[in-house]
Nanobody, 114 residues
Framework: QVQLGESGGGLVQAGGSLKLSCAAS????????MGWYRQAPGKQRESVAV??????INVADSVKGRFTISRDNARTVYLQMNSLKPEDTAVYYC?????????WGQGTQVTVSS
């Protein structure tokens, strides 16, 4: 079992920045991945950015150049969100995968006003 604790999120004006953090309850291995998904009202949940603990990164085209995913140890990942747009408004979920099992955080609301 992996539990995920999220922080960050909130209300920001278009063009502003926010930083999300997610801490895992267990040390992650190089074969594990963590990252962020988001779900806007009436839309399916979509991948935003994912990082594996061997260093590979995948970022959605819609946020490339604006969002950066990083990690600072074996348990915590961050999502730095710059140049936010109203269409980035969604609930952002921390995600982890270990041995083919998916784990999810409780979600944090990000609202970007125009």
């Amino acid at each position: 079992q992996v539990q995920l604790g999220e922080s960050g999120g909130g209300l920001v004006q278009a063009g502003g920045s926010l930083k999300l953090s997610c801490a895992a309850s267990r040390t992650m291995f190089s074969s594990d991945t963590m990252g962020w998904y988001r779900q806007a009202p009436g839309k399916q949940r979509e991948s935003v950015a994912v990082i594996s603990f061997d260093g590979s990164i995948n970022v959605a085209d819609s946020v490339k150049g604006r969002f950066t995913i990083s990690r600072d140890n074996a348990r915590t990942v961050y999502l730095q969100m710059n140049s936010l747009k109203p269409e980035d408004t969604a609930v952002y979920y921390c995600y982890a995968q270990r041995y083919g099992v998916d784990y999810w955080g409780q979600g944090t609301q990000v609202t970007v006003s125009s």
